[in-house]
């Protein structure tokens, strides 16, 4: 599960290590054009430890990430227009999740949404489906099945 791995996943963040630094690199200049055109997926929770294991899963997978505390910060950021995708929590301080799917879809901005939430709701679940989101997610959750929403969510961006 995403959470098992949290606190080793935070303690890289925090001291700005990652275990696939250690690991030899066969072709960097590849492996850095790959990145560099890898879809954008922004992560944005208010609950850093969190923030950082989805990010390093996100990594992991070779596309790029960008973590926001608050859904106002990522709505301000530059990033806005290049993302892919936005994994974001359900219930935070200031703007929640369903908030920000309004916001963004009153701008005319479609972007796949996965929400993820400690409080799962079959109302909230309800209501963020049938405006549009991609998937809703209890914590804790599985990797693989995020990883399979984040691949519909890409995939969908192509085909449009």
């Known amino acids: 599960m995403i959470l098992a791995v949290a606190t080793v996943t935070y303690l890289c963040c925090v001291q700005g290590f990652s275990p696939a630094e250690n690991s030899p690199r066969l072709r960097p200049y590849v492996e850095d054009e790959q990145l560099q055109n890898a879809p954008i997926i ?3 929770d208010d609950d850093e430890s969190m923030r950082c294991a989805i990010k390093s899963l996100v990594t ?7 973590t ?9 950021s530059t990033h806005l227009d290049h993302t892919s995708c ?7 301080p200031g703007l ?5 799917q309004k916001s963004l879809l009153a701008q005319g901005r479609h972007i796949p949404i996965i929400f993820v939430t400690a409080f799962p ?3 909230l679940r ?5 405006a549009g989101a991609l998937g809703f997610l209890s914590k804790p959750f ?3 099945t995020l990883i399979k929403l984040i691949d519909k969510a890409i995939e969908a961006g192509r085909k449009t």
């Open 60 to 66: 992991s997978l070779g596309f790029g990430a960008y």
């Open 42 to 44: 922004s992560i944005i």
């Open 142 to 144: 599985e990797s693989e």
């Open 121 to 123: 709701e079959e109302r």
């Open 126 to 130: 309800a209501r963020v489906m049938e």
């Open 96 to 100: 929640n999740g369903i908030e920000l």
């Open 86 to 92: 936005v994994i974001t929590d359900l219930q935070m």
């Open 68 to 76: 926001f505390a608050s859904a106002q910060k990522f709505l301000q």
